[in-house]
């Protein structure tokens, strides 16, 4: 009799066994896919910590235009411009929260010829032409409608509207060319993982179509709206409810974003030490990017941007450096 019970105690962890393989292989071919392009082939890589021309301190925002690269030298308070060979071209900015001056710039955009800079520590955008002369200032520091508390990350529509993410508001805030208050998405100061809300958005971008791309920086995920701001979708993790992996599609903080001329998305994924790129309804299609200070590896990639000819740029947090990629032929 003991024998027996003994025997059908095993086939039920049997059982419980195999179901929770066959659960997890459904789990993984559901939440985890596979690759649909060969990853990028990195090109070369430039700078070191430093204060220097051509040197960083904590590089956080990169964007490309005209053939030249953007970067926002976060703690030395500068933009640096360089070829998209890495040639360095020309600096402006200094540390200060007055007109041309920077409190930690962040995810740079560029749309008509004038470079839109976040300042995460004076809580504004400023604006810039290309050759670094300031042009205006959007934004004051709190809570209110047009109000910032850090924000990341900026997108601008075709007529110049902007779209910011305000990170510590746990919100998305549309604002016209002038800076007056339109409306936002996300509820001040309260994370959710709601659809349409927030944890801690990092950037924006827009397609041109005019649908508006979100990183849901902790929130591990991206979101999508249409151009009226209804919500489309979203992706990054199971049902993508802030849940953080180091899967396929999956995130461990999404600090920026950027969109190629097909209206691909790439992201950098923070601690995932990579970056992933996937078709603008989610699908994920490659990653590129391992942990290191090697050719080729990334140390916290903070940014993102992509140039006409597909050619991919990353800014290399803790390895003080940028890196260019570019599709496998």
Known sequence: MAMIKARTALKILWLFVVCLAVLAAVGWIAFVPSA????YVFVKAWGS??????????PTGITVANGEVFVADSRNGRIQVFGSDGNFKRVFGKPGDKSGELGRPMNLTIHDGELYVPEYFNDRIQVFDLNGTP????GSSGDGPGQFSAPGGVGVGKNGELYVADFYGQRVQK???????????????????????????????????GNIYVADGYGNRIEVFNPDGAFLRKWGGPLARGIYGPFNGWFTTATAIALDPQGNLFVSDFYNHRVQKFAADGTFL???GTKGANAGQFDHPIAVAVAEDGSVFVADFFNDRIQKWQPKK
Do not use: C
């Not at 910590?49 to 904590?58: E, L, R, T």
């Not at 042009?135 to 959007?138: L, N, Q, V, W, Y």
């Not at 604002?175 to 801690?200: C, E």
């Open 49 to 58: 910590k430093g204060a220097g021309p051509g040197q960083f301190n904590d």
């Open 36 to 39: 649909k392009e060969p990853p």
């Open 286 to 288: 490659t990653s590129f």
């Open 135 to 138: 042009k205006r200032t959007i």
């Open 175 to 209: 604002l016209r060319a002038d800076g007056a208050f339109v409306r936002q998405w996300g509820s001040t100061g309260q994370k959710s993982h709601a659809d349409g809300s927030f944890t801690y958005p990092t950037d924006v971008a827009l397609d041109r179509m």
